[in-house]
């Protein structure tokens, strides 16, 4: 069974103070990655996929990273803008189109 | 374009009764997927549909959930009857036509129904 954990759960970092968010993941044949940012009351956003391991994506103050069993989502100088919550998902060969998400880690960054 | 619109953004029903949530992908898009978001499972994924047919309806919890594409632009999940266990925040997502090689393409989320059923 296709299994995406992320953490940590919360995190709460000072403005301007870089940190990572993990993904790790157990699939069976890996088609996709994705990262998606999720602000309270509304539904996911998209932010990159990622195919294979070594492949790195930047947008901003983010830059998504992937190994054969995790994912990292560096994020550099946080400003309190990039609070939300971060899901991770992955999307198996065999599975179609379906995407299996993570739990989330909801980030907070203070002013 | 709009995005993908989802309607009501809050229902309250009572137990047994029957709820219809609503969803209108992006135009062109082909894919439709709905999702069940909770704080205990996070968000999972209940069917999906590719021009208009369900593919995979796995994730449908029991026979009270039902859902419907009848065309390109609109579908429909009903539970009928409603449980209290049924409430969460329900999404609709829908992606672009895959073609030319590429499989993998980014969903488009609704703003999603908080349903609650008490």
């Known amino acids: 069974e296709d299994q995406v954990t992320q953490s940590p759960e919360a995190l709460r970092l000072q403005e301007g103070e870089s940190s990572s968010l993990n993904c790790s993941y157990t699939?069976?044949?890996?088609?996709?990655l994705f990262w998606y940012r999720q602000d309270p009351g509304k539904g996911p956003e998209f932010l990159f996929t990622l195919y294979s391991a070594g492949e790195e994506k930047e947008k901003e103050r983010l830059k998504a990273t992937l190994t054969k069993k995790e994912s990292f989502l560096h994020i550099t100088a946080p400003k309190p803008e990039d609070s939300a919550t971060y899901l991770c998902?992955?999307?198996?060969?065999?599975?179609?189109?379906?995407?299996?998400f993570g739990q989330g880690t909801r980030l907070t960054i203070n002013p | 374009d709009a995005g993908v619109i989802q309607s009501p953004r809050h229902e309250v029903t009572e137990m047994g009764q029957e709820v219809t949530l609503r969803c209108k992908p992006i135009s062109g898009h082909n894919s439709l997927f709905w999702y069940r978001q909770t704080m205990m499972r996070g968000l999972e994924l209940l069917i999906y549909f590719n021009n208009n047919v369900p593919i995979d309806d796995s994730g449908m919890p029991e026979d009270r959930f039902s859902a419907k594409m009848p065309n390109a632009s609109f579908s429909t999940l009903k539970i009928q009857p409603s449980e209290p266990r049924d409430s969460a925040v329900y999404f609709c997502?829908?992606?672009?036509?895959?073609?030319?090689?590429?499989?993998?393409?980014?969903?488009?989320f609704g703003q999603g129904t908080r349903l609650t059923v008490v």
């Open positions: 997502a829908s992606t672009p036509r895959q073609g030319g090689g590429v499989v993998n393409t980014e969903a488009f």
């Open positions: 998902a992955v999307q198996a060969y065999q599975g179609a189109q379906k995407l299996v």
């Open positions: 699939v069976s044949g890996l088609r996709g």
